[in-house]
């Protein structure tokens, strides 16, 4: 081992100290504010405590930063310059003091709040004087004084000494091999404690709300790192006047009883109809637009597998997801809220990760989330974990032995691969005898367009196999765009052999839909120009394959994300409360159905779609325009502010945006 010279002790020294002053605050918190309840076990503690010392490696990991910088660069002139030692060494004292008082006031924010502290605490900032008789108040604040100032002189003086010691003649050899082990060493400590994982994604605070006790995730979290984190986001929120003004009109939509305005009250309770207890599989197709299936017309008949299954199976064929990306329709699926975030997306704000959701009311099922890739994207292992209890999470890596884990590219295994394990997943379930709910995230259909397994079944076409014409009529940017949906459409009709031959297939309610469609050239074979009014990224199928449980038949209902688990928990027949706006889509007595989306526009705008018209708000100006989905001429706006029925859906759209704001934060499980 090479001995280690004086400008690496330096570093090492500090990032030793930063990451010890971190696990004692832990320890600290720990022993001194952690309760956790009698639901969560030892287990759930220790990987809390695991993650959390991740987290301070991770936080400790970049404060020394600048101060490597400092050693790799400028130790020469740090030796030689007193006046430089002292800033250094002034630095250092006033990021130690800083830290340490971050976490004392995260410690009094979570004795008095029970939660750690992050950007809304900020808000205390604006009754200074209130805030401050309330710590001297509460709090020993001249004691705590008198041992800050403690903290600050011995810390000014141990790095004091400190900086003597490691600016002293380094008398050793220079060999530039141990200089390359060292500063090798130190750049690989650094990157991999910032990174914090051996996996595609890095650390992030999503991977701390693994539990349903806050407590446990509470305890996971480091308090600067989320601060900071969530600070981007410390100004979305929502406007409680403007959600009690448009209650009224989103309760009598979703034909809630008890419509009081002052109590905001969205919560329908629902009672079980039947004891069978059918499989739910709810898969996302990756980039699955209407526009691509042969059922909508698609000239170059891409999806006979898909097209099949539709003739045997409930079609919703005025589908429509909330918003453009992934990660805004898994949450929009899972929450049965719309995202309307435009701070980045829903699932990536810590203060909105709580919430009440139906998947969670499966009561008795094995519950799953399976994905080819890793589960940290988007932060959406929180939206699972922290919101559905006993849920299994299969991903990349962490298959069983009897399963493949193999990676294809970006985004994991492969499709194929992936729903060969999620049947050996379902058949597991089956043979032990307990019915299962599962979320499948298919990947491949997306830009790498990596052609994963197959069998001879499938082939991989050419420009020569094909019209390039008809191609681009069809609305297909390149044949590797459209090799990518034949390969998704030869895998769910693989997915579908393995279940027909299964023992769980019969007991099973298939619900298939696109997270939205892929960008596209313009095309014309869809029943209305739905690119000219920019509907084509969202307008995708949802597809209900249950022999057993529903008819097949083409149902032109408006329908949206959100009514996905509410229509899943009625046909599963469960005891089911729906807290948030979706509806299921098999109750007749609910007539007046629109979905509520947020078009992906450069300016912010939001819509409803009915059977027939398309009614649009820029969100800017308050501007509307109101489309004739029938009409010849599409662009034209029929709006009329004297009309009532357009008065109503102009207020409907208003109450379900205020409504939605209000409910991300506000439809939190109960505090454990």
Known sequence: MPTTPNKFKF??????????????????????????????????VIKAIYLGIKFDFKLASLCIVPFTIIGFFFFNFFKKKKYFKTLVRILLTILYTFLLLFYVFDFGHYDYLATRIDSTVLRFFDDIAISSQMMMESYPVVWGTIGLLAFIFL??????????????EDNLPKPKKRNVFFYSTISILIIGGIYGNLAY????????????????????????LYFFDSFKF?????????????????????????????????????????????????VLC???????????????????????????????????????????????????????????????????????LIFDQFDGYNKYYIIGGNANWANIRALFKNNISGLTIFEEGTYPDDMSNEKTDVWGIND????????????????????????????????PYTIGDHDENFKVLTEQDIDMDLLSKAGFLNIDQLNALRYMDYNIGHLMQLAKESDYYENTVFMFFGD????????NHCKYDEFALGLNYLHVPLIIHAPKYVKAKVDSTPASLIDIFPTAADIAGINYTNYTLGRSLLDTAIQ???SFIYPFKEVFSLGLVGKDFYLEKNMNDNSINIYNLKSNDITKNIYSADSEEWGYYKNLLDGMYQSTLYLMYNNKKENK
């Open 11 to 44: 570093i090492i020294t500090q990032y030793l100290q930063f990451f010890i002053l971190f696990v004692v605050m832990r320890a600290i918190f720990y022993f001194w504010l952690f309760q956790h309840t009698d639901q969560s076990t030892s287990n759930e």
């Open 592 to 594: 007046n159905r629109v």
């Open 155 to 168: 810390t000014y003086k141990l790095i004091g000494i400190q900086i003597k010691k490691t600016t002293n």
């Open 201 to 224: 994604f890095p650390l992030r605070w999503s991977q701390a709300m693994f539990s349903k006790d806050k407590a446990i995730n509470s305890l996971a979290l480091n308090p600067v």
């Open 286 to 356: 990756e980039s699955m637009g209407a526009s691509q299936l042969g059922t909508f017309g698609n000239p170059m008949h891409p999806t006979p597998n898909i097209d099949t299954l539709i003739k045997n199976s409930l079609l919703f064929n005025n589908f429509y997801v909330q918003g453009f990306g992934t990660a805004r329709s898994v949450w929009a699926s899972l929450t049965g809220l719309p995202d309307v975030s435009t701070i980045k997306t829903a699932s990536r704000n810590p203060f909105i990760i709580d919430q009440k």
């Open 234 to 282: 410390r100004n979305a929120s929502f406007n409680i006047e403007k959600t009690k003004d448009s209650y009224k009109i989103v309760a009598d939509y979703l034909n809630i009883k008890n419509n009081n305005s002052q109590e905001l009250n969205y919560a329908r309770s629902y009672s079980s109809k039947h004891n069978q207890k059918p499989n739910i599989v709810v």
């Open 516 to 523: 939205h469609n892929a960008r596209t050239l313009a095309y």
């Open 416 to 447: 194929y691969t992936l729903f060969n394990n999620a049947d050996k997943i379902f058949d597991k379930s089956t043979k032990e005898g307990k019915p299962f709910v599962a979320f499948l995230q298919s990947a491949s259909n997306h830009r």
